[in-house]
C-alpha cells in the first residue's frame, strides 16, 4: 500500500514538474513580452557573438532568457546570419519574431528629406533636427573636411553637391558616412552622356552646379526652369551680370527686409557687383534644375521678373522689363525679386536700343 502511494506521490511529482518546465519554457519562449512605450533600442554591433547579442536583449527586456534565446536562434539555423544595427523593439513579440528581425536585418532607421535648393547650413540643420549629428559637426565637415578636401571641393566644399534627396540612416550614422551618402547620390548622376553636355558646353561641375543652384532658386515653376536657365546663358554670353537676388542673399543672415537690401551689399556672390558666375553654387540643386542648365531654352529674354504667384514676366529688353517690374509693383506683388530689377547700367542700355521697335 505504502509502495503505491510512492509511486503515485513520484507519478504526481513527475507531472508537476513536467507542467512547471513547460510553462517555464512557454513563458521564456514563446510568451510575448510586455509592450514598452518608448520602444527599446539594442545596438548590435559587427562581430558581436550569440552570446554577447541575447544578452544585450536580455538586459534590455526584449528577451526574458538569453540562454533560451541563444539556443532558439541556434536550433533554427538563424544564429549565423544575425545582423548589425540599431534595432527598435516596441515588445509584445515572442524569441523567434524578435531572432527573425535580427536575421532579415528590420534594424531601426531615421530618415530625413533634404528639399531642393537648400544650402548646407540648411542641411546641416535638418540633419540636426533628425537627431543624427549636431548641425556645427555637419556643416564644419561639408564645408573643409577631410572627405570634401579629398574630392578636391574645397575652399568652397560640398555646397551644391548634397543631393536633395529622401535619406535612411541608422541613428549612429557617423558625419561622414552621411556625407558620404549624399555626395555618392550626386555623382551617381555625373552619367556619360552628362559629361559630355558639359563638355559640349565648355562647362566644369562646379560651374554646372552653380548654374543650376540659381535656376533652383530663382524658378518656382516647373516649366519655367529651362528658360530662366536660358536667360542667364544669355546674359553670361553677352557679359551683361546676372543679377540674381538669390546671389546676393547667399547666406544672408537677417530679417526679411535686410535680406532686400543684400542687393545693395559687395559680396563675392553678389552679381549685380561683376559680370560672370559667383564663385560657386548658392544652393543644392535637385536634377530637374541640373538639366535645365544642361539643357538651355533657346530664347532670346534677356529679364525677367517674378509675379506674387511665383511665375515671371520674361523680357527681351530694359525697356520691356522696366514696365514689367512697374506692373507686379502695381499689383501689389511688393518688391519685385528678377534678374536685373535695377535700372541704370549702360551695357543694359544698349540691349534695350535694339528692342525698342517691338
Not at 92 to 110: K, Q, S, T, W
Not at 128 to 136: D, W
Not at 137 to 142: G, I, W
Not at 144 to 160: K, M, Q, T, W, Y
Amino acid at each position: 500500500m505504502l509502495k503505491r502511494a510512492l509511486k503515485s506521490i513520484l507519478a504526481s511529482a513527475v507531472i508537476v514538474s513536467l507542467l512547471m518546465t513547460a510553462g517555464s519554457f512557454y513563458y521564456l519562449w514563446l510568451a510575448p513580452t510586455p509592450a514598452f512605450n518608448p520602444p527599446r533600442v539594442v545596438s548590435i554591433k559587427k562581430g558581436d557573438t550569440v552570446r554577447t547579442i541575447t544578452e544585450r536583449l536580455q538586459d534590455a527586456g526584449v528577451v526574458r532568457s538569453a540562454f533560451i534565446a541563444r539556443v532558439y536562434a541556434r536550433l533554427s539555423g538563424q544564429a549565423a546570419r544575425l545582423q548589425p544595427g540599431d534595432y527598435a523593439f516596441k515588445g509584445d513579440e515572442r524569441v523567434p519574431d524578435i531572432i527573425r528581425h535580427l536575421a532579415n536585418g528590420d534594424f531601426m532607421v531615421v530618415t530625413v528629406t533634404i528639399p531642393e535648393g537648400l544650402t548646407v547650413y540648411q542641411i546641416a540643420g535638418r540633419i540636426e533636427q533628425a537627431g543624427l549629428a549636431c548641425a556645427i559637426d555637419f556643416e564644419r565637415a561639408a564645408r573643409d573636411g577631410p572627405l570634401v578636401r579629398a574630392l578636391g571641393l574645397a575652399p568652397l566644399g560640398a555646397e551644391g553637391y548634397l543631393f536633395p534627396a529622401t535619406y535612411s540612416f541608422p541613428p549612429s550614422a557617423r558625419v561622414g558616412t552621411i556625407l558620404a551618402t549624399m555626395l555618392e547620390r550626386f555623382f551617381e548622376i555625373l552619367t556619360p552622356r552628362v559629361e559630355e553636355r558639359m563638355f559640349k558646353l565648355g562647362l566644369t561641375e562646379q560651374e554646372l552646379l552653380t548654374l543650376a543652384s540659381i535656376v533652383e532658386k530663382e524658378a518656382k515653376l516647373a516649366q519655367e526652369r529651362s528658360l530662366i536657365a536660358g536667360v542667364l546663358y544669355n546674359r553670361l554670353r553677352l557679359n551683361m551680370p546676372l543679377q540674381s537676388d538669390p546671389t546676393a542673399q547667399y547666406n544672408y543672415e537677417g530679417s526679411s527686409d535686410s535680406a532686400l537690401q543684400a542687393v545693395h551689399t559687395p559680396s563675392a556672390f553678389n552679381t549685380y557687383d561683376f559680370v560672370g558666375l559667383p564663385p560657386g553654387p548658392i544652393a543644392n540643386p535637385g536634377l530637374a534644375s541640373i538639366m535645365a542648365a544642361l539643357y538651355p531654352a533657346q530664347t532670346d529674354y534677356l529679364y525677367f521678373v517674378a509675379r506674387d504667384d511665383g511665375s515671371h514676366i520674361f523680357s527681351r529688353s530694359l525697356a520691356k522689363h522696366n514696365r514689367a517690374v512697374a506692373l507686379v509693383r502695381k499689383r501689389g506683388a511688393g518688391p519685385a525679386r528678377s534678374a536685373a530689377t535695377v535700372l541704370a547700367r549702360p551695357a543694359e542700355q544698349d540691349s534695350d536700343a535694339s528692342d525698342r521697335s517691338n
